[in-house]
């Protein structure tokens, strides 16, 4: 038997998504970075230091990422980040008043320079 010569050739949309979840990295308007991206856009271009938490204030007992709003807090506890990228000195609300999750500051330093 032969194989018709002429026709569109079909087009298996399985295949598709496959290939779209295999091509991590090529793919530059990624939606899961894009929302903790416009969230931290006010950080963009600070400077972030790696460093255990600490409370900017007494009357805080904990914080949040500035992307992806994890919280960070002094204790011990489910899901608590206790150490994580605070903003420096040139941030102008200054050092340690923001907070971005070590997940978050993989993901997004690219983006956030
Ligand atoms: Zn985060």
Known sequence: M???????????????????????????????????????????????????????????????????WTKFAEFEGADIQREGYATCDDCPKGACYEWVCSVCFNDLKDEMK
């Open 2 to 68: 032969r194989l018709p010569s002429v026709g569109r050739p079909r087009i298996d949309l399985y295949d598709l998504f496959n290939l779209d979840e295999n091509s991590e990295g090529l793919v530059t308007d990624d939606p899961d970075k894009q929302w903790r991206v416009d969230n931290a856009r006010h950080l963009t271009g600070l400077r972030l230091e790696f460093r255990p938490y600490t409370r900017w204030s007494e009357s805080w007992d904990h914080d949040h990422c500035a992307a992806c």
